[in-house]
Structures are given as C-alpha cells and as structure tokens.
C-alpha cells in the first residue's frame, strides 16, 4: 500500500468527468480572483505524468524534523496539502470540495513548500547526489532497491540517521522543484 504523489496534466485539470479537477480549477480560480491574483492554469505539456513516486516509507520522522525546524504553520502546511501549485500562496487555499485524500482540498503553493524544503534538507545535510527523478518512481526505486543504504554507508551524516525521513524531504523538494519547473499541479492519490 501507501498512497502516489504525482503530476496532474491539463487534461485532468479542466476534466469534469471523474477523476477531473475542474471544480478544483473554478473554485481556485475565484478565490486567486478573489485575492486580487491571475488566474492558474497549468502549463501545457504531455498528458502521461512525468513524475510519480510512492509515499510508502513512514512519514513519522518526516513529521517530527517539520516540527523541530519548521514554525507551526509551516508544519501544518507540509503535512495538510492535497494540492501543490506553481504559485506563491501565502496562506494556502482550502477548498470546500472532496478529493481522494480529504473531504477538502487544500490547495498550498510550490515555492513555500520548496523553502521549506530546501531548510529541512540543510538541517539533515541531505546530499546532493540523490537521484534526480529521471523517470518515475525514481526516488521510490532509491530507497526501496538498497541504493540509500549504499550512499548512506558513502556519505555519512545527520541525513543517514533516518533514511525515511531523507527519502520524504527529497521527495517533496522534487516535487515542489518539478511543479514549478513544468508548471503543473501535483496531487496525492
């Protein structure tokens, strides 16, 4: 089991048959409006997901290093988003509409998620030579497949203490990286 984070391409952004997000779309849309924003619509590009990882790991080390080096609020936002945009929001959005992770959807921007990130993996001194995601489950393959033992024995640090924990501020960096580079949304199943 475990659940899949992954890309949503624009077919699936302006669907309004099952699975689609168009009501997703239209309630972002107006309350971007209603912030004094431009609309979001994500870039075009193929219609197969260019990224897709496995969230299997446990996250409860994840949690606790979000809550040691994270404020609260930033805490809450990494561990609360249903959807990730290329946008800077500040405060995230939540939506009154049902996902498959939620009975809402809360809608957080890519270069928040990033910053966050970026100080998380400077806090664990994460290497810079874990796989960049090339193709999917890339980084799911890195720590399932022996490859983080293998670089852990390598390059030793604070980042081999838990290498759950390594995989999860890598994976959600790469998102936050990939979404803003594509200009896509990202979304967990």
């Known amino acids: 089991m475990g659940m899949y984070l992954y890309d949503l391409g624009a077919q699936a952004w302006y669907s309004d048959q099952e699975g689609g997000w168009a009501e997703v779309a239209t309630a972002l849309n107006s309350e971007l409006a209603r912030r004094g924003l431009p609309r979001y619509a994500p870039a075009p590009g193929p219609e197969s997901m260019g990224f897709e990882e496995k969230l299997s790991p446990s996250m409860d080390g994840f949690s606790a290093l979000c809550e040691q080096h994270l404020s609260p609020r930033e805490s809450h936002m990494v561990g609360d988003w249903t959807l990730l945009v290329p946008l800077s ?3 995230q959005i939540v939506l ?7 009975d809402r959807t809360v809608v957080v921007g890519a270069p928040q998620i990033l910053a966050c990130m970026e100080r998380l993996a400077a806090a664990i001194a994460l ?16 720590r399932t497949d022996g490859a983080a033992e293998r670089l852990a024995a390598a390059r030793p640090g604070p980042w081999t203490a838990d290498l759950d924990t390594a995989f999860h501020v890598a994976l959600h960096r790469r998102a936050a990286q990939y979404a803003l580079r594509h200009g896509c949304p990202m979304t967990y199943s």
């Open 89 to 91: 929001l500040d405060p």
């Open 96 to 102: 009154p509409i049902p996902n498959d992770m939620d």
């Open 127 to 142: 290497p810079s030579d874990i796989p960049a995601p090339g193709t999917n489950l890339a980084l799911t393959a890195w």
